[in-house]
T-cell receptor
């Protein structure tokens, strides 16, 4: 069974631009969560989608948004990029929503904002 | 303020040594998870502990959940270079989402 895939793996953007990251979950998994990982703040929860609906959202500004499609693939968008948005963005999929279900992480997208 | 405090932050040891890393909180958790993350990869779940006092073993790794379900430890026996990575604990702190600790970065020298 193929794992979680994320595209692109690396991205360099300029301040003020916007970016869209993509995540394809494991086949049959309907829940997708997104996390931001930085050296200073560690791994922080962004949001969770299940059946095309945002089920939960972390403490991030409105510049961070996401969506999920009917095939469970998910995208996250960051508008008006800031230098502090430089991070590894991780996507995790699971068969069902909630923290009690095992999540499978993708390799992440490394975003650098200059 | 980190809800999950991990210690130590960094650990560099020789192959064959034993080590313990800790995950502490003032909150009570219904369950706690341990992950290992290798460079260029996402975290991989190692174990989930649920019951206070529970001990789980995964080959040379021993995980313990505190009696009060506020803390956990991971003990590695006879560490090998393949154990190198970032070890993360995570729990639901009541926000219906996983909160991760800051991690312990382990380097095992051959």
């Amino acid at each position: 069974k193929a794992g979680v895939t994320q595209t692109p793996r690396y991205l360099i953007k300029t301040r003020g631009q916007q970016v869209t990251l993509s995540c394809s979950p494991i086949s049959g998994h309907r829940s997708v969560s997104w996390y931001q990982q930085t050296p200073g703040q560690g791994l922080q929860f962004l949001f969770e989608y299940f059946s095309e609906t945002q089920r939960n959202k972390g403490n991030f500004p409105g510049r961070f948004s996401g969506r999920q499609f009917s095939n469970s693939r998910s995208e996250m968008n960051v508008s008006t990029l800031e230098l502090g948005d430089s991070a590894l963005y991780l996507c995790a999929s699971s068969p069902a929503p909630g923290t009690g279900v095992e999540q499978y992480f993708g390799p992440g997208t490394r975003l650098t904002v200059t | 303020t980190q809800l999950l405090e991990q210690s130590p932050q960094f650990l560099s040891i020789q192959e064959g040594e034993n080590l313990t890393v800790y995950c502490n909180s003032s909150s009570v958790f219904s369950s706690l998870q341990w992950y290992r993350q290798e460079p260029g990869e996402g975290p991989v779940l190692l174990v989930t502990v649920v019951t206070g006092g529970e001990v789980k073993k995964l080959k040379r790794l021993t995980f313990q959940f505190g009696d009060a379900r506020k803390d956990s430890s991971l003990h590695i026996t006879a560490a090998q270079p393949g154990d190198t990575g970032l070890y993360l604990c995570a729990a639901d702190t009541g926000r219906r989402a996983l909160t991760f600790g800051s991690g312990t970065r382990l380097q095992v020298q051959p």
